[in-house]
């Protein structure tokens, strides 16, 4: 990639997006893999560049933090020679693409993903930037509680299907009908305005009742599986990151001990082939941990939208967090961090907390108005609703 031209707002590598602590520049790595080589350098990169801070999106991708007007363009320069960017915008947006990590090497997974993102970065199709796409075709679903808008997955009967994100069943297809099918449901969504619809997701057109029969299908999904806990699994070692943020340090030491990194939709990793945990002080590695109850987006100063810090705020309240319930807390109403309910949201707003049962950062509050140091006064009270 030579003469590349860097516009307007995305967050994306040729576009970053602006926050309280400089310049996030996003990557989508194909295939959802990095190799060794290519964890190191975008650690270095990030150190060199950046703030040393990067983030794993609940999209598995990952974002430099803190890079300047200026280190912008040596960082992108770096990241093209790692093989990590597009050659043009469109391409780069459109690429949207998150797969299950527990794949074998050209398995229906691995492949079908790599096939949908040459199909994608051959093609205009006009999608909002945050339309996305899930390939996820082991025996069970794991990406079932990950954002997506159509999907290739298994059907209950083991045969693949494409379904559109809201709608209960899916349409059976061969394998070599996929990616196509995917394509054309991809388009139905432009052509039939689905662009308009309220944040552009295929979920909210579905449920206006649009979607025609050819791409309603008979067929009901795989079952699906709990998002899966930090440890050891077939393919390698499962390492979380409190909030889904890590060091550079932390991103170079475990480049040195896998051939690649595979990122996922849960903000974490997967180191392949390692048959111990990884041991850094970093890292998030026992199913148990209070932090894996809690999500917050990075919060005020670091976000200019947010009202408030959030992950001080959501550390002191994970002990306290019941085993099996998810609090967010989130520095605005946006919810960038985690947008779908969870059992207990805390929106930042210019009063206070207000605090959300079983819905989203946009949903209306049980209550309202709290103050931080109240909350931390009596967090079982305020959690458990006496």
Not at 178 to 185: D, R, S, T
Not at 226 to 240: E, N, T, W, Y
């Amino acid at each position: 990639m030579t003469g590349f031209a860097i516009k307007g707002w995305c967050p994306s590598a040729l576009r970053p997006m602006p926050s309280g602590d400089g310049l996030v520049v996003r990557l989508r790595p194909r295939g959802g893999r990095l190799s060794s080589a290519q964890a190191a350098g975008i650690a270095e990169l990030a150190a060199r560049h950046g703030n040393g801070l990067i983030d794993v999106t609940g999209r598995a991708n990952l974002q430099i933090r803190g890079v300047s007007e200026e280190s912008h363009r040596p960082l992108v320069e770096g990241l093209d020679r790692l093989g990590l960017v597009d050659a043009e915008l469109q391409s780069e947006n459109q690429r949207n693409v998150v797969l299950a990590p527990f794949w074998t090497q050209g398995d229906d997974t691995q492949a079908l993903a790599a096939e949908l993102e040459q199909a994608l970065a051959g093609q205009r199709l006009g999608l909002p930037e945050k339309f996305g796409f899930a390939v996820d075709c082991g025996e069970s679903r794991v990406l079932a509680q990950a954002p997506a808008d159509i999907r290739i997955e298994r059907g209950i009967d083991g045969d693949l299907i494409v379904r559109a994100d809201g709608a209960p069943l899916g349409r059976t297809l061969a394998r070599e009908e996929a990616i196509g099918a995917a394509i054309a449901l991809a388009e139905w969504f432009v052509a039939s305005g689905g662009v308009r619809d309220r944040r552009g997701r295929m979920a909210t057109h579905v449920a206006t009742g649009k979607l025609p029969d050819m791409f309603a299908g008979r067929t009901q999904p795989a079952p699906a599986l709990a998002v899966p806990d930090p440890g050891l699994v077939a393919s390698g070692a499962l390492v979380g990151f409190a909030f889904g943020q890590l060091q550079s340090e932390t991103l170079s030491d475990l480049a040195t001990l896998a051939p690649g990194l595979r990122l996922t939709p849960w903000r974490m990793m997967l180191t392949e082939g390692v048959r111990a945990m990884p041991q850094h002080p970093g890292l998030v590695m026992r199913a148990d941990d209070p932090l894996l109850r809690v999500i917050a987006c990075t919060g005020a100063p670091t976000c200019p939208e947010a009202f408030a810090e959030t992950r001080e705020l959501a550390a002191s309240l994970a002990p306290h967090v019941p085993a099996g319930t998810r609090l967010h807390v989130s520095g605005c109403t946006k919810g960038c961090a985690h947008p779908v309910p969870s059992a207990l949201t805390l929106v930042g707003t210019a009063d206070g907390f207000d605090l959300v049962r079983d819905g989203s950062p946009r949903d209306v509050p049980a209550m309202r108005g709290l103050a931080r140091t109240a909350i931390l006064a009596d967090p079982v009270a305020v959690l458990g609703g006496r």
